[in-house]
């Protein structure tokens, strides 16, 4: 292991970037599974959702990078494609689960099985085995910050998602914490009996909330594929969405944990791939693969006690029920 190339503040500084880059698809679905859940309703399907949004955002993309005039405007309709697309794969869920009123577990592991299954057969009917990129966005420096020594490089010199992201947790926890919209997503999660007779309309709630949620996931995939990757392929989201529910958890429902969370993740990941690109013999490369979803493992079980999950999560809500 070549210490002496890890042991410097050049690559000190490359990793905590890369790592703030990184978190950003996962700290997004994380966001939209905290409200998911807040609500009532255990959203499983954020793999599959990514993946959709991803997809959608990437074709959006490539197809506005073709069209005169429209290339600068690209990227920021091929995020808001992955939104609206993640929307649409929450409101199935929602129809399933608060409607229907199915297995919410189950529900979810079909979503990600139709997101894996769609994204497969879309991609290759739209684009076949011709390999399309776009061209993303680029940093864009915060005058005066960015030019502070080690953290201006660390934490002021990405592209806009990443602030748009610190942005929306910040409005996630007030939201929720600080609003009457918040108090009654909240109520609806701990107690939808009560919420109901108080005059709430528990299921616009709770499709509401699956939706914004859902719709942050498909941010998060659109992120992944537009923004930082510039490409798709099958299975791109390599398990994020299943880490995004492991951090919800580890976050105990709170925005300001999440970011803690997914900082953690994006880290070790950026830590792996520089690794590689170093080109050590002395660690195998699946063991360097491994070392996000290890990290993942370790702070579910930090944040195993569920006692602060709201008391309604998983339950479908049937008037007269409770």
């Not at 697309?85 to 189950?106: F, I, K, P």
């Not at 007030?174 to 909240?186: A, D, I, K, V, Y």
């Not at 660690?283 to 360097?288: A, F, I, V």
Request: aromatic share 8%.
């Amino acid at each position: 292991m070549p210490w002496e190339q890890l042991l410097t503040w050049t690559f000190l500084i490359s990793i905590t970037t890369a790592g703030i880059r990184l978190a950003v698809p996962v700290l997004l679905a994380v966001l939209g599974e905290i409200i998911t859940e807040r609500s009532g309703v255990m959203n499983l399907g954020l793999e599959g959702i990514m993946l959709v949004g991803g997809l959608a955002g990437f074709t959006v993309a490539v197809g506005l990078e073709h069209q005169a005039g429209l290339v600068a405007i690209a990227p920021w309709v091929g995020l808001l494609a992955g939104m609206v697309a993640g929307a649409l794969m929450g409101l199935l869920m929602a129809v399933l689960t608060v409607s229907l009123r199915t297995d919410q577990v189950v529900a979810g592991v079909t979503l990600v099985l139709l997101g894996q299954g769609l994204t497969a057969f879309a991609y290759r009917r739209l684009f076949g085995s011709v390999g399309k990129r776009v061209q993303g966005l680029d940093p864009v420096p915060i005058p005066g910050l960015a030019q502070i020594p080690v953290l201006g490089e660390m934490l002021f010199n990405h592209n806009l998602m990443v602030y748009v992201t610190a942005l929306l947790v910040a409005i996630c926890w007030f939201m929720l914490f600080r609003t009457n919209w918040g108090l009654h997503l909240r109520a609806v999660g701990e107690n939808p009996a009560a919420a109901d007779t108080s005059g709430l309309n528990v299921v616009r709630i709770r499709y509401l909330s699956v939706m914004v949620g859902a719709a942050l996931a498909g941010l998060g995939g659109a992120v992944l594929t537009v923004v930082q990757l510039n490409l798709f392929t099958e299975g791109i989201t390599a398990g994020r969405g299943w880490i995004a529910i492991a951090l919800v958890v580890f976050s105990r429902w709170q925005p300001l944990w999440a970011l803690i969370g997914a900082l953690l993740f994006g880290l070790t990941d950026a830590i792996q791939f520089r690794i590689q690109t170093l080109g050590s013999q002395e660690l195998p490369y699946e063991l360097l693969l491994m070392l996000p979803y290890v990290l993942t493992l370790f702070v579910l079980l930090l944040g195993s006690h569920r006692d602060e999950a709201p008391k309604a999560l998983g339950v479908p809500y049937v008037r007269d029920s409770y």
